[in-house]
Nanobody
Framework: QVQLVESGGGLVQPGGSLRLSCVAFRSIFSFTVLGWYRQAPGRQRELVAKITRGGTTNYADSVKGRFTFSRDNAKNTWYLQMNNLTSEDMGVYFC???????????WGQGTQVTVSS
């Protein structure tokens, strides 16, 4: 069973920045897609950003220009750099990975992001 462990959430003021990390306990080359999702209270989980194994990155329109997805293959880790945060960005952020071959989705435990002055 794949384990994804996230870190980096917290409380930040509007306009501030946070970087989320997700570590996979197996090679990230075994996944076809790596992603970040978020879920605000009372709302459905939504895609924030994803990257394919080939390197194609997609962002939700609401975060384009502010969030950056990156990965460190050697560390089996991917990141979400979040800048210029607003209250609309608040929620629980989940990392996600889709396994090659099986297509099974794996999820991190979630990390809370709170934007407040």
């Amino acid at each position: 069973q794949v384990q994804l462990v996230e870190s980096g959430g917290g409380l930040v003021q509007p306009g501030g920045s946070l970087r989320l990390s997700c570590v996979a306990f197996r090679s990230i080359f075994s996944f076809t897609v790596l992603g970040w999702y978020r879920q605000a209270p009372g709302r459905q989980r939504e895609l924030v950003a994803k990257i394919t194994r080939g390197g194609t990155t997609n962002y939700a329109d609401s975060v384009k220009g502010r969030f950056t997805f990156s990965r460190d293959n050697a560390k089996n880790t991917w990141y979400l750099q979040m800048n210029n945060l607003t209250s609309e960005d608040m929620g629980v952020y989940f990392c996600n990975a889709i396994a090659s071959g099986t297509g099974v989705n794996y999820w991190g435990q979630g990390t809370q992001v709170t934007v407040s002055s």
